[in-house]
């Protein structure tokens, strides 16, 4: 199986900071990678994903991931956060059979 | 509205009942999730239905566990003599397509039931 590991459990920026939350994953072989967010009180909603092609996947709000193969890492960077960007941001992998592995969360708050 | 929809939010029950929660995916979608998400922990897969096929049930912690798609739309995750440690937020996600296309398509995801076992 599988193992994604989010090294970051609580960040705590002001606005307009930048923001790198880090995502390591343990496959070898081809994987889809996603970042996903939770505001408090939702669910979960994608934020960018990587099939293939260009590493570097912006996504929605201001946030980008880069796929570095050779360290297996996949991390979320923001240049300049926002108060609502308080939330929950989890990395998932996926290989084989649909079936998604996700890191434990990091818990961002973003004080204004 | 059009996402993935579970019931119900809340469940409270004690140790050794039996509990059924709900989960009503987007309309036409495919592939249908179960995770279980303990406190401070990201999801962990249960169980995948493609249409009513159950193809994998790897994650399902217990033969308490169980769960059925049986048209292909609605599932319901059963469980079964109920312990302390089954307490979790439990999620349903949907993607369009079944694990013959697009591997690793995007899950939509509902906001899932709180389960509180006393």
């Known amino acids: 199986a599988q193992s994604v590991s989010q090294h970051n459990h609580h960040v705590i920026l002001s606005e307009a900071a930048s923001l790198e939350l880090g995502c390591n994953y343990s496959y070898g072989g081809t994987v889809n990678l996603f970042w996903y967010v939770q505001y408090p009180g939702q669910h979960l909603q994608l934020l960018l994903k990587y099939f293939s092609g260009d590493p570097l996947v912006k996504g929605i709000k201001g946030f980008e991931a880069e796929f570095i193969k050779s360290k297996f890492s996949f991390n979320l960077r923001k240049p300049s956060v926002q108060w609502s960007d308080t939330a929950e941001y989890f990395c998932?992998?996926?290989?084989?059979?649909?079936?998604?592995?996700f890191g434990t969360g990091t818990s961002l708050t973003v004080i204004p | 509205g059009a996402g993935v929809s579970q019931s119900p939010r809340y469940k409270v029950a004690k140790r050794g009942q039996d509990v059924a929660l709900r989960c009503d995916p987007i309309?036409?979608?495919?592939?249908l999730f179960w995770y279980q998400q303990a406190l401070g922990q990201g999801p962990e897969f249960l169980t995948y239905f493609q249409n009513e096929a159950q193809l994998d049930k790897s994650g399902l912690p217990s033969d308490r566990f169980f769960a059925e798609r049986p048209e292909g739309s609605v599932s319901t995750l059963k469980i079964q003599r109920t312990q302390q440690e089954d307490s979790a937020v439990y999620l349903c996600a949907s993607s369009l397509f079944g694990r013959d296309r697009d591997l690793g398509k995007p899950q939509h995801f509902g906001d899932g039931t709180r389960l509180s076992i006393l």
């Open positions: 998932a992998v996926s290989s084989t059979g649909n079936q998604f592995y």
């Open positions: 309309s036409g979608h495919v592939s």
